[in-house]
C-alpha cells in the first residue's frame, strides 16, 4: 500500500459528502504554484519560459493560504519551477500542515538536503521528487550529469529524517518500457513509499515538442511497463486511472478536479493549458465553458491529453461514485498484476537493437496521491 490509511480515508470521506452533497464539480487536488522559477532548464518544460520578470515573482504564504482555503480540497500539489526555491516555502508548508492539507511539495531535489531543516516530519507532507528514470536516461532528460545522484542523495536523506517521498515520473515517447520497469526496482530498493506516473503533454512553450506521447502509443507504452508487473511495486495512483492508461478503460476529462493558483491568479481550465485566469475559484468553475475542453470537445489542445490532472480525477469519481466503480477498485486492488502475454512481447520488441532517439522531460505535478486503495 503506496499511502497512509488516514490519507485514503480523508479522500473518501471527501469524495463522499461531495456526492451526498449532489456537487458535480468539485476540486479533488489543489496545484498550487507559488513560483515559476527553476535551478534546471529542461527541454519539455512549459513553465520556465516566461520572461525574467516574471520568473522572479513569488506567491506570498497569505496568498497561498486563501487560495488553499477557497478551495477547500483536501489535497495540495505544489509545482512549480522548483518550489525550494520559494524563500518562504517552509512557512507556506507549515500553514498547510496546520490546516491538516495533504501536501506533495514537488522537486527535483537538487536542493533538497539544503533546504530540509525546513521542515518537520508529518505524515501530512511529502516530498515527491521528479525522477525521469535511470540515471543515463534522468540526467539527460534534465540536462545535468550528476543530477540523479544528487536526487538519490537528496530522497536518502529525506526518508533517514523520517519524511514521506515519493517519486513522479512523466514518460514521453521514445521511453525504453524495460529501463522503466528496471527504474520501478531502483526506486522500490531506495525505500521511497509509491511511485507515481504520467504521460507527457506537450506544453506549447516547451522548446522540444517532438517527443509528446500520442494516445495509442500512450496505451501501448504504459500497456507494457504495468503489465506483468512485480509484487512489491508500489503505486500512488488510482489503480483506474492505471487502467486507464493502459488502455483497459475510458474517461472523460475532469479538468477542474485539479484546479491550479499561481502568479496570474486562477488558471482557465487546467494546469496543462492557459485560456485566462479568474480572480475566485468560484469564478473558474462558473465562467469556465469546460464543454470547451477533453477529448470529447474536439479541442485540438486536448486531442492526445491522457494526464493525471484531467483524468485522474475522473477515475477517482469513477471510483468512489458508484457500486460498480468500487468493485473494481477492489479488484484492481487484490488483482493488480495483470498478466498479459501480449505486454512481454512489446518488452521483447522493445529491447531489440535499434537507434535510440531524444527523449525529454517536462516537470510533472503530482497526481491524485492518496487516492489508491
Not at 531543516?117 to 540515471?135: A, E, N
Not at 502509443?217 to 489503480?239: D, E, G, H, M, V
Not at 487484490?334 to 512489446?346: C, E, I, K, M, T
Request: contains cysteine; neutral net charge.
Amino acid at each position: 500500500m503506496g499511502v497512509p490509511v488516514s490519507q485514503m480515508w480523508t479522500v473518501v470521506t471527501y469524495v463522499l459528502g461531495q456526492k451526498l452533497a449532489r456537487r458535480k464539480q468539485y476540486p479533488l487536488v489543489l496545484m498550487l504554484e507559488p513560483l515559476f522559477r527553476c535551478n534546471l532548464a529542461c527541454a519539455g518544460c512549459g513553465k520556465i519560459q516566461y520572461p525574467a520578470h516574471v520568473l522572479k515573482r513569488d506567491l506570498t504564504p497569505e496568498e497561498c493560504f486563501r487560495a488553499v482555503d477557497e478551495c477547500g480540497a483536501p489535497m495540495v500539489s505544489i509545482p512549480g519551477g522548483e518550489p525550494l526555491m520559494h524563500p518562504e516555502i517552509g512557512k507556506i508548508v507549515e500553514g498547510l500542515v496546520e490546516r491538516k492539507k495533504y501536501i506533495y511539495l514537488c522537486t527535483n531535489a537538487l536542493l533538497l538536503k539544503e533546504k530540509i531543516h525546513l521542515f518537520k516530519p508529518s505524515k501530512y507532507l511529502t516530498f515527491s521528487v521528479h525522477m525521469d528514470g535511470q540515471r543515463e536516461h534522468h540526467d539527460f532528460s534534465v540536462c545535468r550529469e550528476g543530477g540523479y545522484e544528487i536526487a538519490i542523495e537528496g530522497i536518502r536523506e529525506a526518508l533517514k529524517r523520517g519524511f514521506r517521498v515519493t517519486t513522479n515520473t512523466t514518460l514521453f515517447d521514445g521511453a525504453d518500457p524495460n529501463s522503466v520497469r528496471a527504474f520501478f526496482d531502483e526506486m522500490m530498493d531506495l525505500g521511497v513509499e509509491g511511485m507515481m506516473l504520467s504521460p507527457g503533454y506537450s506544453y506549447d512553450k516547451a522548446p522540444d515538442q517532438q517527443h509528446f506521447l500520442g494516445r495509442a502509443r500512450t496505451r501501448r507504452l504504459f500497456r507494457a511497463i504495468l503489465s506483468n508487473r512485480k509484487k512489491n511495486w508500489k503505486f500512488n495512483l488510482s489503480p483506474l486511472f492505471q487502467e486507464f492508461l493502459m488502455g483497459k478503460r475510458q474517461y472523460t476529462c475532469t479538468p477542474w478536479g485539479m484546479p491550479t493558483y499561481n502568479i496570474f491568479g486562477w488558471q482557465k481550465p487546467c494546469y496543462l493549458l492557459q485560456d485566462g485566469y479568474a480572480d475566485t475559484f468560484q469564478e473558474l468553475l462558473d465562467e469556465t465553458d469546460w464543454s470547451n475542453y477533453g477529448t470529447e470537445s474536439g479541442n485540438p489542445k486536448c486531442a492526445n491529453c491522457m494526464v493525471h490532472s484531467g483524468y485522474e480525477a475522473s477515475a477517482v469519481n469513477d471510483q468512489f461514485g458508484s457500486l460498480g466503480g468500487f468493485l473494481a477498485t477492489v479488484k484492481a486492488t487484490l488483482f493488480n498484476r495483470y498478466p498479459d502475454r501480449g505486454a512481454l512481447r512489446l518488452l521483447d520488441e522493445a529491447s531489440e537493437p535499434r537507434v535510440p532517439g531524444p527523449l525529454v522531460q517536462i516537470e510533472a505535478s503530482d497526481s491524485l496521491q492518496g487516492t489508491n486503495a
